[in-house]
């Protein structure tokens, strides 16, 4: 019953909806205010949601009806599930087993998967030439998005968050030697989420919406908000690998700590793709595998060497 | 992936106007075009024919949103021409003045719909911001923010006082400091840079043999403006520069509209300094004189072509439109060639394209014969050629000789 | 000389800042002295010449004869396109423009309006309170 109420309740789908559009609001009007803009009011996230919900669906005829309805509530149920392993409120998560990072990274794959499914088959020109960069754009920032993750756990030597928190709450100075993975993993989450400069898969000057061009109606509100629950745990799981501290305190402190760290990963997300033009594919995967890969080595390296060093 | 065709328009969220660009894509790259126009065309020419001249001007005036002024001006030039108006000192100041403005407000629209394209928003804000502050003065020395209907035959409808000479001066200092930032945004930020250089690249020759015009013949290193090569207004006694650039690219384009600017503002400053007193216009009489003439005018997009043909009544008895955009066309189906999907809207909106103003298709037909097929363009040629050596005029040797001195010249 | 990020401490220092967009219809716009807004037609001063019948560009005036020197306009508010040339060609000054802009109506035919008497316009609004300039 615990584990029922978890999974769809808290920490589940509906409060990641519901953190997930509070997310989309800092986001949308912090990127309003510093264009110097007024920005949407508190509500606007959820205004959208149910005026997609309440609109009328389309579906191509030329497109595989049952993958294109499919897509949007399995990238919802990829991106909520992964939420169910990062630790929110204590150092242990709802569920926790041995390993359990590598299944949260490889969950948050999964939508992006859906992304590239739905709109492969809508058959929409747009959508497909859209699903193409969405997964060539995967290739490139998933390595890098990897090797910066798992840096930290190799350092604590586990594959555990609740683990990985132990370690950092033993050695809170250890947190300082992954800067650069934590940068690295920034900049790779802003093409998983598909931000400027890495929103090429949905460039809407060049591709219209790309994967999404021939969604409508409730199917793309569900997208939607897959992408906005991707965005929380995409948060969270950076909040939880590089910024682990505070998760000893009582669970009410914890839990507003934690939701303070995710808060302010949005932030960088929301600064950062204020200052940039969009790249093109070829120079994002140029990007990512000259400058983003290296960085993660050079943090793999650094983490070696620390461990060789200090912790022996 | 094997070849793909994707229509780019008639609608399209990166072209406000409707054209359509059919691109066979081999991947990602461009492989082939295929251009069409004429989704917009209004019959403003047409329509010119059954209006009184001061009509006629209302409705040039509307041929763009952008560019209004520019086209009315042309074509009042053209007017005044044929009437032989001697235009007062301060209705030409005044007429400058505004076409100035103009310029700033059509290179500040550009430089953020081009951040758009991009996927720099930021960009687009901030410099759609300071273009509101242009067009304030626009509707403060005019009455409107678009369609300023200042123009008149024979001089200009408004006058400036002195408060808002003050406050175009005052305002010159603040887009003077805001483009300067601007320049150093488009030259420093990289991701910019990444997007716009080597992109849409236009050689010299090219531009040449397409006629490409105004700041996308200028970033070829074309020195092409008609404010210096015909001199019309005031242009001829006021000090400027032709801003060229051999980057030949959509960063160059960028470059050369951003330091347009600046001498927009050098020109706006010795407009304001010199303003002389007198009036604003002269009286025009309702019934122009027969006779024809061509008027060039410096768009912000290129030059702008108005041909006017007189009969002695109150109505025109033609009017030719070239807007600067289809001189500019043939350039960028060249420009695509072998790009990247990416950056086809960035090189089209590197023109600064303005395809309603273009739209003018005349589809001629045989009236004579049952069937009404339509005249093609060879044909309409080889008949031309025929009627005039049937007047005693052969140009046959002269274009010869011309091609000839232009492939040299290019050479 | 390249740099990622040149925009950064441009988008900062306006982040506090009050922001730049206008706050219509909260806020009233500033509509400038000489804007061109709707006709307005003083019958007083009218002489029947129909000049700004003949010089407007879309034919969306009319001067009709309601009795002896008595005039009135009939405005087709959806044609006119707002140029200002019949106020500029009316001989005796009985044309002139208000900063009036909010015209939209849901019902077409409320966009003729029959002026008689200065300013009572069928469907004329309170006219906007133009603010000063923001410089």
């Known amino acids: 019953m615990t584990a029922l109420i978890g999974i769809l309740v808290f920490p589940g789908v509906f409060f990641l909806s519901l953190f997930g559009l509070v997310c989309e609001f800092v986001d949308r009007k912090l990127h309003a205010r510093l264009q110097h803009r007024v920005g949407p009011p508190w509500f606007q996230p959820l205004a959208d949601f149910i005026k997609l919900v309440s609109k009328e669906t389309i579906i191509p005829e030329e497109a595989d009806r049952t993958m294109f309805r499919l897509m949007p509530a399995l990238a919802v149920a990829a991106a909520a599930a992964a939420a169910l392993y990062i630790p929110m409120w204590s150092a242990k998560a709802l569920f926790s087993f041995s390993g359990d990072v590598i299944v949260v990274i490889y969950l948050l794959t999964i939508p992006t998967l859906t992304f590239f499914l739905g709109g492969w088959s809508s058959t929409s020109l747009y959508a497909m030439i859209g699903s193409v960069r969405c997964l060539t754009q995967l290739f490139a920032y998933e390595v890098p998005l990897f090797m910066g993750v798992l840096a930290p756990f190799m350092l604590a030597s586990t594959w555990n968050f609740s683990e990985l928190a132990e370690f950092y709450r033993a050695h809170p100075g250890y947190m300082i030697f992954n800067v650069i993975g934590f940068a690295v993993s920034l900049v790779a989450l802003m093409g998983k989420l598909e931000k400027v400069p890495f929103d090429i898969p949905e460039a809407e000057t060049e591709i219209v919406a790309g994967s999404f061009t021939e969604y409508s109606g409730r199917y793309l509100a569900l997208f939607r908000m897959a992408v906005d629950i991707e965005m929380v745990v995409g948060a969270s799981l950076l909040a939880a690998v590089f910024l682990p501290f505070g998760l000893g305190l009582p669970a009410g402190v914890a839990f507003a700590l934690y939701v303070i760290k995710v808060l302010f990963v949005v932030v960088l997300l929301s600064i950062l793709r204020t200052l940039f033009a969009r790249l093109r594919i070829d120079q994002m995967v140029d990007f990512c595998w000259k400058y983003l890969a290296p960085a993660s080595l050079v943090q793999l390296l650094i983490n070696l060497a620390v461990k060789g060093a200090l912790l022996s | 992936m094997s070849k793909v065709t994707i229509p780019i328009g008639p609608q399209h969220p990166a072209l406000k106007e409707p054209a359509r660009f059919c691109l066979t894509l081999n991947g990602e790259k461009i492989y082939e075009i295929d251009l069409r126009l004429g989704y917009n065309h209004r019959g403003i020419e047409k329509a010119c024919e059954e209006r009184t001249y001061i009509q006629a001007m209302y409705l040039v005036e509307r041929v763009c949103g952008i560019c209004s002024h520019s086209h009315s001006t042309a074509f009042i030039q053209a007017v005044e021409e044929i009437a032989g108006l001697q235009l007062p000192r301060r209705g030409l100041y005044i007429r400058t003045l505004i076409a100035e403005l103009e310029r700033i407000h059509s290179h500040l629209l550009w430089l953020g719909v081009a951040g758009h394209e991009v996927g720099f928003d930021t960009l687009l804000m901030y410099a759609w911001r300071d273009r509101e502050l242009v067009m304030d003065i626009l509707a403060d020395l005019t009455g409107n923010r678009v369609n300023y209907g200042i123009n008149t035959i024979g001089g200009v409808r408004r006058d400036v006082t002195p408060r808002q000479i003050e406050r175009v001066t005052k305002a010159m200092d603040t887009f003077e400091e805001r483009t300067k930032y601007y320049v150093q945004v488009a030259t420093e930020e990289s991701t910019l840079i990444a997007r716009l250089s080597n992109v849409g690249k236009l050689c010299y020759d090219d531009a040449m043999r397409l006629g490409a015009i105004g700041p996308t013949a200028r970033a070829c290193g074309l020195e092409r403006d008609a404010r210096k090569a015909d001199p019309y207004g005031l242009y001829g006694e006021l000090d400027f520069k032709v801003i060229t650039d051999k980057h030949s690219d959509v960063y160059g384009r960028a470059v050369v509209r951003l330091l347009e600017l600046m001498e927009s503002y050098r020109i706006i400053r010795q407009l304001c300094k010199g303003m002389p007193e007198g009036p604003i216009a002269v009286k025009a009489p309702r019934k122009i004189p027969a006779g024809e003439a061509l008027s060039r005018y410096e768009a912000p997009r290129g030059e702008d072509v108005h041909y006017v043909r007189g009969n002695g009544t109150d109505k025109p008895e033609r009017v030719k439109i070239r807007a600067p955009t289809l001189a500019n066309l043939q350039a960028v189906a060249k420009m695509l060639e072998d790009n990247y999907l990416a950056d086809t809207t960035i090189v089209i909106a590197a023109i600064d394209p303005c395809f309603s103003c273009t739209d003018r298709a005349v589809l001629l037909k045989k009236s004579r014969r049952r069937n009404e097929e339509p005249v093609l363009w060879n044909s309409l040629r080889d008949y031309g050629i025929a009627w005039h050596r049937k007047q005693g005029l052969d140009f046959g040797d002269m274009n010869r000789r011309f091609g000839r001195m232009m492939e040299r010249s290019s050479r | ?135």
Do not use: W
């Open chain 3, 1 to 135: 000389m390249k740099k990622p990020g040149k925009m950064l401490m441009e988008v900062l220092r306006h982040a506090p800042k009050k922001p730049a967009t206008e706050m219509y219809p909260h806020v009233r716009p500033y509509v400038p002295e000489r804007f061109r807004g709707r006709l307005d037609f003083i019958p007083g001063k009218c002489i029947g010449c129909k000049m700004c019948m003949r010089d407007c560009p879309s034919k969306a005036i009319t001067i009709n004869k309601i009795g002896d020197k008595k005039f009135e306009a009939v405005i087709d508010l959806d044609r006119c396109i707002y140029c200002g040339q019949c106020v500029d060609s009316c001989p005796k000054d009985a044309l002139l423009m208000t900063t009036d802009f909010e015209l939209a109506q849901l019902d077409r035919r409320k966009l003729k309006i029959v002026l008689k008497d200065a300013g009572n316009a069928t469907d004329a609004k309170p006219e906007a309170e133009p603010e000063k300039p923001v410089a």
